[in-house]
């Protein structure tokens, strides 16, 4: 039996949610945790509702860093997985080196913002799907507590708001 071709994601935003991602790309499996040194995360990404979401921003400094998660997709689900993240269209599909939180080096997909703005925060839900995935992936303490910190306003959409949640209810 042939396996499918498969590629490796590196999620650091709303994609942690496993839930999240696996209504995006089905064929998601939870890897392990990584990390990408000399980024810093920011909500500066300009999303299609006029809310931040998150972007990876190099900063050169071997002291910042971001962490997320690694996962393993079958490549049919890559452009499920493009249209989601908006691939030409506000974030560029990146290949980036990540290192596993057993020290080891790979390769993996992931996507950085081509259009900021500083001044937008996230909304409520949005900032909720990154927490969940960072907490289900264990992530640092101290980095849970930045995420938490995060700022975020109150999304006036409330049919929005139930349809991005609504993958938690019965979870």
């Excluded at 006029?50 to 452009?79: M, P, W």
């Excluded at 596993?100 to 703005?117: I, K, N, P, Q």
């Excluded at 992530?139 to 938490?148: E, G, K, M, N, V």
Aim: aromatic share 10%.
């Amino acid at each position: 039996m042939t396996s499918l071709p498969r590629f490796d994601y590196f999620a650091y935003g709303s994609n942690m949610s496993l839930l999240r991602l696996r209504g995006r790309t089905p064929s998601a499996r939870f890897l392990c945790t990584g990390r990408l040194t000399s980024y810093q995360l920011r909500f500066h990404k300009v999303g299609k509702d006029g809310s931040a979401k998150c972007d990876i921003f190099h900063t050169g400094n071997h002291e910042d860093v971001v962490y997320g998660g690694l996962f393993q997709i079958n490549e049919h689900d890559r452009r499920a997985l493009d249209l989601a993240e908006g691939a030409g269209k506000g974030y560029d599909p990146t290949d980036l080196w990540i290192t596993t939180e057993s020290g080891a080096v790979m390769r993996a997909l992931t996507y950085v913002a081509t259009l900021t703005d500083a001044t937008l925060i996230p909304f409520d839900w949005y900032l909720e799907h990154v927490l969940r995935g960072a907490e289900a992936l264990q992530l640092p303490s101290h980095y849970l507590a930045s995420l938490r910190a995060t700022q975020s306003t109150v999304d006036s959409d409330t049919d929005r708001v139930q349809r991005e949640l609504a993958i938690y209810r019965h979870a």
